[in-house]
């Protein structure tokens, strides 16, 4: 059959099918659209799940690098520096400004500054709901001010000088308290990226601002330790020199360890001529043997008031009243033992005239 006798005799079924055919089309061109549609939108969103994974794993390297680099600070002044400096160039701000608590004041002062030049914004204190970093401590929120809002702060360069676009104002806020604020003059709006990352910084700006200001307040404590430790020891230095009672320091093997003026001059001796040398070189037989007595009292922990005389280099006897103790270390160990040593020379003598009874030349007076 010729083709033109097959189309004579399909054509009235040709005619019946065509519209049936080109919608079959027409359906299979758009599901095929439909398809290409949702490829592309799902590599779309592909592309935005990869760009926010990457942004998110960026804004974590930043986060731990910061952490790091505070974590090295010991002032917070130099804290205040590397904070700034890294915002900073990480948010592109031209200037910024970081105030830390004042606890005994209760104002936050300024303690580090980034550009800004005479820049009003950079006021050395404010308290609580002063201004907007006052008022961001009391409402504990980042504060944005776009455009005018944010006029009021200069930013100034070598180059060129003007106000800021965005301003923002962060509270770094550690539980109940807020230890410091952040400000962040910006030539351009601040995107929602600036800002998650402002948001996941600042909980490490606080704990690592919390760790310091607790350090430098234990190194505080430690410096009036230190100076009161000063002053008590000068104070017993002082006394220990000037006593006019004697001192006299010796070992668990009876050698002298220390001793003060009054004691070498009791002793009629240098006291570089003490120092060194055995107690029982300073008495006769009498006294070393009253001595000898001394010492085991003082090894078994007790305390002792006696009487004894010690030998000075030009023969003379220098009776003493001995009030003598042991002496520990701080773990309770028996390191020597330790006398208050009072002259009785005097006290004997006026001893010896009461008993002498009136002179002869005041008999009739």
Excluded at 2 to 25: D, E, H, K
Excluded at 195 to 204: G, H, S
């Amino acid at each position: 059959m010729s083709p033109a006798l097959v189309i004579l005799t399909l054509g009235p079924a040709l005619l019946v099918l065509a519209p049936l055919l080109a919608l079959l089309l027409a359906r299979a061109r758009r599901r095929q659209a439909a398809l290409v549609s949702a490829m592309e939108a799902a590599e779309t969103r592909a592309q935005a799940a990869t760009a926010q994974e990457m942004a998110r794993a960026e804004r974590e390297r930043f986060v731990k690098d910061l952490a790091l680099a505070l974590q090295g600070q010991d002032t917070l002044e130099a804290f205040g520096d590397s904070l700034l400096t890294a915002l900073c160039r990480r948010l592109e701000a031209k200037a910024a400004a970081f105030h830390c608590l004042d606890g005994e004041a209760g104002a936050y002062v300024l303690a580090a500054r980034y550009a800004g030049g005479e820049s009003p914004a950079f006021c050395e204190r404010y308290l609580p709901g002063e201004g907007l970093g006052g008022q961001a401590v009391l409402d504990r929120q980042r504060r944005v001010c776009v455009g005018q809002a944010a006029d009021w702060m200069w930013v100034g360069g070598a180059t060129l000088a003007g106000v800021p676009l965005c301003l923002i104002v962060a509270p770094i806020v550690s539980g109940e308290r807020v230890p410091g604020v952040v400000e962040l003059a910006l030539m351009r709006e601040a995107d929602a990226e600036s800002l998650a990352l402002l948001d996941e910084a600042l909980p490490v700006v606080a704990l690592s601002l919390d760790i310091l200001v607790t350090l430098l307040r234990n190194r505080e404590e430690l410096e009036r330790r230190d100076r009161r430790l000063r002053d008590s020891e000068a104070w017993l230095r002082t006394l220990y020199e000037t006593a006019n009672e004697g001192i006299w320091v010796i070992d668990t093997t009876t050698l002298t360890t220390d001793l003060n003026p009054a004691m070498a001059r009791i002793l009629g001796r240098d006291r570089e001529a003490v120092v060194g040398h055995a107690v029982f070189e300073f008495v006769d037989e009498t006294n070393a043997a009253i001595l000898q007595d001394q010492m085991r009292h003082r090894q078994r922990g007790e305390t002792g008031s006696y009487e004894i005389a010690f030998s000075r280099p030009d023969g003379r006897l220098v009776p003493c009243l001995m009030n003598a103790s042991p002496l520990y270390d701080s773990e309770g160990t028996r390191i020597g033992s330790f006398a208050m040593v009072a002259d009785l020379t005097g006290v004997r003598g006026m001893a010896a005239a009461s008993l002498a009874g009136p002179r002869p030349d005041l008999a009739g007076a």
